[in-house]
Nanobody, 130 residues
């Protein structure tokens, strides 16, 4: 069974950068589309970005466009989220999730349909504060 572990979170000042990692184990991540999601305190979970299994397709939430970049290194079974120009409103626990169907991950990103996303990491906390 595929397992996901996020890392790279921490405290950063507004305008700073962080790179989150999502390490896959148990099965090769080559066959899985991956999405990044976040949940801020007192708020609903929301999508941030997603990438297809081969990396050819990426999508971003409006809040992430122009500031965040998703990428993957299938040789390392790791998916990254480079976050630049961070804002206090980016403060949240960030999760990665996987599915073999890119449409499932994209649906979760675009409309918040998480019903078919079964594989999630434990999350990593990002705090943007001065």
């Amino acid at each position: 069974q595929l397992q996901l572990v996020e890392s790279g979170g921490g405290l950063v000042q507004p305008g700073g950068s962080l790179r989150l990692s999502c390490a896959a184990s148990g099965l090769s991540s080559d066959y899985y589309a991956i999405g990044w999601f976040r949940q801020a305190p007192g708020k609903e979970r929301e999508g941030v970005s997603c990438i297809s299994a081969n990396g050819d397709n990426t999508n971003y939430a409006d809040s992430a466009k122009g500031r965040f970049t998703i990428s993957r290194d299938n040789a390392k079974n790791t998916i990254y989220l480079q976050m630049n120009s961070l804002k206090p409103e980016d403060t949240a626990v960030y999760y990665c999730a996987a599915d073999t169907n890119y449409r499932t991950v994209l649906g979760a990103l675009r409309v918040g349909d998480y019903r078919y996303l079964d594989v999630w990491g434990q999350g990593t906390l990002v705090t943007v504060s001065s």
